[in-house]
């Protein structure tokens, strides 16, 4: 099973294993792609208001898949991390009692990139955190570019209506 805390980053950020997906899709979508407050898996982080707002993240196609960057401050470190294991957590049980849980737009996108058997690599750095998500099959990697896409699309949005 792969590592949740990558969903953090991917909500805002991270990414997360393999979920199981319940519900109806549409209202799915409604809640949008990066909704932590509507997020089985992206709700830890909505305790923390601080954290989401002073965590810059970045989503870059690469020739085989995505490099996903968090940079967080070094006073939020400690609850970033606190974060992350919760929602590693929440994973754990999700895929464990198989349950359902309704997801914000990117968490089950994140989850049908595990589901086609994305690779990871997750590397915890001073300022924050470094994902690679990367695929050998030219039908995964367009997946993994659509899902980086509409990350970076998605963060355009929000910072613009920060404005």
Known sequence: MKNVALLAVLVVGFGACTLVWAGDQDAKKKAGWFDAAACGMCKPMTEYPELMTSMKWETHKIKDGMLM??????????????????????????????????????????????????????????????????????????????HAEQSQDETKKMLANKN
């Not at 960057?69 to 991390?81: G, L, Q």
């Not at 994973?91 to 009692?97: C, H, V």
């Not at 955190?129 to 993994?144: F, G, M, Q, R």
Request: glycine share 8%; charged share 25%; aromatic share 4%.
């Open 69 to 146: 960057v968090t940079s967080i401050p070094e006073e939020h470190r400690k609850t970033f991390e606190a974060v992350c294991t919760k929602m590693q957590e929440n994973g754990r049980q999700l895929a464990t009692r198989g349950e359902s849980v309704d997801l914000c737009g990117h968490c089950e996108s994140f989850g049908k990139l595990m589901q086609a058997g994305v690779r990871q690599e997750k590397i915890m750095t001073a300022f924050g955190h470094i994902a690679l998500v990367t695929a050998n099959d030219p039908t995964t990697v367009e997946l993994i570019h659509k």
